[in-house]
């Protein structure tokens, strides 16, 4: 054991996509032995040479790290704000001073955000020539009147472009709530969307991102890491599963 590594919670948490929770309660229940030794302590700091092992099989640091995160109202997506909490004070990932944002989202929205330190990864999610789906759920101020659905789908023009939008995908929920899929990533882009229809966005909540979606257990604040499913699906991956149905994923050469 060491001061100098993350703690042991966190790592084993970071490399075998365990919720924190649960990396906590195995420590807890013995079931991690550290350079041989039992360690019952969620909070001790593993030396980065330490052999970690859980439930008898080796456990090793992830070589990139791929989070979820449910982004709650009043949280910005930046490394720091003098007026705001930020994203990264809702990550308790280990080594999360190296990770960045994989798609914004404004301060007054909510939903899923995808933090990595893996440059090739993040730029397969937000770069426009890969078409990633982004679904979000839009609340208006009031009903879309006249042809604004028609303009919605057909591809509107915002304010102070020339370019008009790809089509957007519009599903109704009810009167003024809108499941709206978007595959660009404009500044603003679904809040100018409509107020280009004449109307003006109340709440905005991104659902998914692609085929990742917002794990309904995760209340606002709350992360986790991803899966290998879900990391895969921006990057070939090759995967191992223990035993107990941990994941881990390794980078290829």
Same mark, same amino acid.
């Given at each position: 054991?060491?001061?100098?590594?993350?703690?042991?919670?966190?790592?084993l948490?970071?490399?075998?996509?365990?919720?924190?929770?649960?990396?906590?309660?195995?420590?807890?229940?013995? #079931?991690v !032995?550290?350079?041989?030794?039992?360690?019952?302590?969620?909070?001790?700091?593993?030396?980065?040479?330490?052999?970690?092992?859980?439930?008898?099989?080796?456990?090793?640091?992830?070589?990139?790290?791929?989070w979820?995160?449910?982004k709650?109202?009043?949280?910005?997506?930046?490394? !720091?704000?003098?007026?705001?909490?930020?994203?990264?004070?809702?990550?308790?990932?280990?080594?999360?001073?190296?990770?960045?944002?994989?798609?914004?989202?404004?301060?007054?929205?909510?939903?899923?955000?995808?933090?990595?330190?893996?440059?090739?990864?993040?730029? !397969?999610?937000?770069?426009?020539?890969?078409?990633?789906?982004?679904?979000?759920?839009?609340?208006?101020?009031?009903?879309?009147?006249?042809?604004?659905?028609? #303009?919605?789908? !057909?591809?509107?023009?915002?304010k102070?472009?020339?370019?008009?939008?790809?089509?957007?995908?519009?599903?109704?929920?009810s009167?003024c709530?809108?499941?709206?899929?978007?595959?660009?990533?404009?500044?603003h882009?679904?809040?100018?969307?409509?107020?280009a229809?004449?109307?003006?966005?109340?709440?905005?909540?991104r659902?998914?991102i692609?085929?990742?979606?917002?794990?309904?257990?995760?209340?606002?604040g709350?992360?986790?890491?991803?899966?290998v499913a879900?990391?895969?699906?921006?990057?070939?991956?090759?995967?191992t599963e223990?035993?107990?149905?941990?994941l881990?994923?390794?980078?290829?050469?």
């Amino acid at each position: 054991m060491s001061g100098r590594g993350p703690r042991l919670d966190r790592f084993l948490s970071g490399a075998t996509g365990l919720t924190r929770r649960l990396a906590q309660q195995a420590i807890r229940g013995g #079931e991690v !032995r550290v350079d041989g030794a039992p360690c019952l302590d969620p909070g001790a700091h593993v030396d980065p040479a330490a052999k970690v092992v859980f439930r008898d099989e080796p456990v090793v640091a992830a070589s990139q790290q791929y989070w979820m995160l449910n982004k709650p109202v009043g949280v910005v997506c930046a490394a !720091r704000d003098s007026a705001y909490r930020t994203v990264f004070d809702c990550i308790d990932a280990p080594m999360g001073a190296t990770l960045h944002v994989a798609g914004r989202l404004d301060v007054d929205a909510t939903g899923l955000v995808l933090l990595t330190d893996d440059g090739d990864w993040s730029h !397969r999610v937000t770069s426009p020539r890969h078409e990633v789906a982004k679904v979000y759920r839009v609340t208006l101020a009031q009903p879309l009147a006249g042809t604004g659905e028609e #303009e919605l789908r !057909r591809g509107v023009t915002l304010k102070g472009e020339t370019k008009p939008c790809v089509p957007a995908l519009m599903e109704k929920l009810s009167t003024c709530e809108w499941r709206v899929t978007i595959t660009e990533g404009r500044y603003h882009q679904v809040k100018r969307m409509f107020a280009a229809a004449g109307n003006r966005v109340v709440a905005l909540h991104r659902e998914r991102i692609g085929a990742i979606a917002l794990d309904p257990v995760l209340a606002p604040g709350e992360s986790r890491p991803l899966t290998v499913a879900e990391a895969a699906c921006f990057f070939a991956a090759t995967t191992t599963e223990t035993s107990d149905g941990g994941l881990f994923t390794k980078r290829r050469p």
